[in-house]
């Protein structure tokens, strides 16, 4: 499916609140440097992501999956595209972890030898657990995501030829609901499952990554039945709300209502506005967020363990200015990450993992979530 100067610029739309939700979670990861959580509903910024990343694979490689591309050929495209970027940034993680680890001896020679193990299992973006933290990936939580999104990938490109749209929508209302109700027993906390080791938060993210990947891709289906008209256009107001969720308090024990409807109903919603309608032109500010999401999602963490272990861990003495400082540092990584780091590695991976007559024919027409 070609793109069109149009749908560039929807798409353009979608990649700022992709860096929108980017920078949310960087910001609440390294609240401790801020000395404060200048965003409560972080954890949302997850759903955004998959909804969106279901929108732009199934919009990019469904018709491509139905004129004959294999699950093989798809999950070699999707893995050069993440997995380039994901290697650096664990080859980043690791380091600082294991400085920690192995170099101070804070840990017994057990707890060594498990991080060593789930370096390796990370290798393969596969969840170990680690004795002394609950954390799915205890190098970088945020690779929890990239985990899931791997295997909707190929749970999607493996079922599609048996996935209807009227199943789809069953999928996506169940999933919705399973979400709904594990939301509801996890409290305040809401939907903010999915990087720990319990049974509740590796139930929620299945929940999450199958509600948000797979609602995305029915979005992708039905764009063109949706109300255009009725929605409206423009890109601004949807990025107001966006905001305006990850921003505002919470509310006690019923915040994960809160979290649903913005999960369920407001972030589709947003979405189909901005592709529904043509879209004015996206400023150049938002453009460069957008670009830099997904190295921001990855490196935030290893950059910031690095940055603190050079100051001897005297950044949060610094607080909120040296947190700022650290902020802006690493969302300048990012985009140089995003512009001379991201794209030479994915070519040079692409070159030896396809030959020069597959790479055309593979190659995505926009940008791949």
């Not at 290798?123 to 939580?141: G, Q, R």
């Not at 009227?166 to 509801?184: D, E, G, M, Y």
Request: aromatic letters at 12%.
């Amino acid at each position: 499916m070609g793109s069109t100067p149009a749908m560039k610029e929807k798409f353009e739309a979608l990649n700022a609140f992709r860096g929108l939700a980017a920078a949310c979670v960087a910001v609440d990861h390294l609240s401790d440097y801020l000395g404060f959580k200048p965003v409560p509903r972080a954890d949302i910024a997850v759903d955004l992501f998959f909804l969106l990343s279901g929108f732009v694979v199934a919009y990019s490689y469904e018709e491509k999956l139905a004129r004959g591309l294999t699950v093989t050929e798809f999950m070699l495209v999707r893995w050069v595209r993440l997995y380039p970027l994901y290697f650096v940034s664990l080859l980043l993680a690791v380091g600082m972890t294991l400085t920690g680890v192995l170099v101070h001896h804070r840990h017994p020679l057990e707890y060594d030898l498990e991080y060593i193990a789930a370096a390796v299992a990370a290798v393969f973006v596969l969840p170990m657990h680690v004795a002394d933290t609950s954390m799915c990936f205890p190098f970088n939580t945020s690779y929890w995501t990239l985990f899931y999104e791997f295997l909707n990938n190929f749970v999607f490109a493996a079922v599609r030829p048996l996935l209807t749209t009227q199943r789809l929508a069953c999928l996506v209302t169940a999933a919705a609901v399973v979400l709904a109700l594990i939301a509801h027993r996890n409290g305040e906390a809401g939907v903010g499952l999915g990087q720990f080791w319990s049974w509740l938060s590796v139930s929620g993210g299945f929940a999450r990554s199958i509600f948000g990947f797979f609602g995305g891709v029915l979005l992708s289906r039905i764009r063109t039945r949706l109300p255009a008209a009725w929605l409206g256009r423009g890109y601004v107001l949807p990025t107001v709300i966006i905001a305006t969720l990850f921003l505002t308090p919470l509310i006690g024990p019923w915040d994960w209502v809160i979290q649903i409807l913005a999960v369920v109903v407001v972030f589709p919603l947003c979405i189909a506005r901005v592709v529904c309608n043509p879209q004015p032109d996206v400023p150049r500010a938002l453009r460069t967020i957008g670009v830099a999401s997904y190295p921001l999602y990855l490196l935030h963490l290893p950059l910031a363990h690095g940055l603190d272990l050079l100051t001897h861990k005297q950044l949060t003495h610094f607080a909120p200015f040296g947190g700022i400082g650290l902020l802006m540092l690493i969302f300048t990584a990012a985009v140089l990450a995003a512009r001379h780091v991201d794209p030479p590695l994915r070519r040079a991976v692409g070159a030896v993992v396809f030959n020069r007559t597959l790479i055309p024919a593979l190659k995505p027409s926009i940008y791949p979530g």
